[in-house]
């Protein structure tokens, strides 16, 4: 079954109404359905839009576990890329960190478009998921009360449909209706600006290396992820706010070579940039992250800036934690994991907030302009190498090893 349209203006209800297609609203979509809870699915791109957009790659083993689980894994485990270390450049030397020997648990590298394509296709094709795409002008209605609705016009016809529902998951990200539907003074919003931008590349180029490379160096941090082998993730530190337009291809590559040039480490492999736009490193927590009868999960809720690629681990873990209390409550009557939600999605959201601020300072402080801060940074470093003890604390922070799932 794929979506569905009304026939009429009339309302419709459904138990749980999912804001957004993304990883954490089609997760939840699927763990509703795979327990036969219906649910429907408001996406206001299109099903090819979300299928293709470019985002996050890196999830960590808890994570794909926890897919798995569920059944939601089975391309990913045949496709994705297990990695198990990584590699930091620094003081022209290269360093392999080996995260899977000291821990026992890696990475899955796994394009965020192609886990999207699998939610969707198991959602809307598999389980009988209802999901509209192409809808505007979302509102989210009497959230305090025991009948939420959502009302929202439809892309070709242009009337105005209502919902109403038992729930509402607000799944649609740092821009969506969800956030903003949060009545005033019911939330706290933390946020924190890095002051660094991030130019984010893919280049049309084999990856380079054989793992993950962290550049740290004084002329800014420089990032090498492999997404398939014929294409590579690059990230260069450069001002916040910076133009895209100020990087032309050679000087990309040339700050690439020199940022990640180490001894014995072979030239990069070079090719067409097929995407080049700036992001200035922020981030944010909503507290609490339940409001009457929405609740927010992903980047709805917290945003964590790349420094750690964990925004989608942390999408997924709210997406189980959330899906679960669902299901326990719509077909059991029991409350206790709706209840407890905000508070069990946000010890891990802290933690891992406080992970990329340390990550940051690892990645940014060489090239500060401070020799204090370049010094730390490369004190931190050392210690990374030479004691097993901070090595492995790393690691499972890293890895989100102390996850749930």
Same mark, same amino acid.
């Given at each position: 079954m794929t979506s569905t349209t009304p026939n009429s203006t009339a309302p419709e209800r459904f138990p749980v109404v999912i804001i957004g297609a993304g990883p954490a609203g089609l997760t939840i979509g699927n763990i509703l359905r795979a327990a036969s809870v219906d649910c429907l699915v408001l996406e206001i791109e299109s099903r090819e839009f979300i299928e293709q957009r470019p985002r996050a790659g890196v999830l960590e083993e808890w994570a794909v576990r926890g897919?798995?689980?569920?059944?939601?894994?089975?391309?990913?485990?045949?496709?994705?890329?297990?990695?198990?270390?990584?590699?930091?450049?620094? $003081?022209?030397?290269?360093?392999r960190f080996e995260y899977a020997e000291l821990t026992g648990h890696h990475h899955f590298v796994y394009p965020q478009p192609l886990l999207v394509t699998d939610l969707v296709a198991e959602y809307a094709d598999v389980r009988g998921g209802v999901i509209r795409f192409g809808v505007r002008d979302v509102e989210l209605h009497d959230l305090d009360s025991d009948r939420p609705s959502v009302s929202y016009t439809h892309p070709e016809s242009g009337q105005r449909h209502t919902v109403h529902c038992d729930f509402i998951a607000?799944?649609?990200? $740092?821009?969506?209706?969800?956030?903003?539907?949060?009545?005033?003074?019911?939330?706290?919003?933390?946020?924190?600006?890095?002051?660094?931008?991030?130019? $984010?590349?893919?280049?049309?180029?084999?990856?380079?290396?054989?793992?993950?490379?962290?550049?740290?160096?004084?002329?800014?941090?420089?990032?090498?992820? $492999?997404?398939?082998?014929?294409?590579?993730?690059?990230?260069?530190?450069?001002?916040?706010?910076?133009?895209?337009?100020?990087?032309?291809?050679?000087?990309?590559?040339?700050?690439?070579?020199?940022?990640?040039?180490?001894?014995?480490?072979?030239?990069?492999?070079?090719?067409?940039?097929?995407?080049?736009?700036?992001?200035?490193?922020?981030?944010?927590?909503v507290e609490p992250m339940a409001f009457g009868r929405l609740f927010l999960a992903g980047d709805a809720a917290h945003l964590t800036a790349p420094i750690a690629a964990k925004g989608m681990n942390l999408a997924l873990h709210d997406a189980f934690l959330l899906g679960d209390a669902f299901i326990a409550h719509l077909t059991k009557g029991d409350r206790t994991g709706l209840d407890g939600y905000s508070a069990a999605c946000l010890g891990r959201v802290w933690d891992y907030q406080e992970f990329s601020q340390w990550l940051s300072e690892v990645y940014h402080g060489t090239s500060s302009g401070n020799p204090h801060r370049a010094g730390t940074t490369l004190a931190r470093l050392r210690r990374l190498f030479g004691s097993p003890t901070a090595g492995l604390a790393f690691a499972e922070q890293y890895l989100g090893k102390n996850a749930d799932y």
């Open positions: 897919l798995e689980q569920r059944g939601l894994a089975e391309n990913l485990l045949a496709r994705g890329q297990v990695h198990n270390e990584c590699e930091f450049r620094f $003081a022209g030397q290269r360093y607000g799944c649609d990200g $740092a821009r969506g209706v969800s956030r903003t539907a949060v009545p005033p003074g019911r939330a706290h919003v933390s946020r924190y600006d890095y002051g660094i931008g991030w130019l $984010a590349l893919l280049a049309e180029a084999p990856p380079s290396n054989d793992c993950v490379v962290f550049g740290v160096h004084p002329r800014g941090f420089a990032g090498h992820m $492999a997404r398939s082998p014929e294409v590579t993730r690059y990230y260069l530190e450069c001002p916040p706010g910076d133009d895209p337009e100020n990087w032309s291809h050679e000087r990309v590559w040339r700050e690439l070579q020199e940022r990640l040039g180490a001894a014995g480490a072979p030239p990069l492999t070079e090719g067409r940039l097929i995407e080049k736009r700036v992001l200035d490193m922020h981030s944010y927590v």
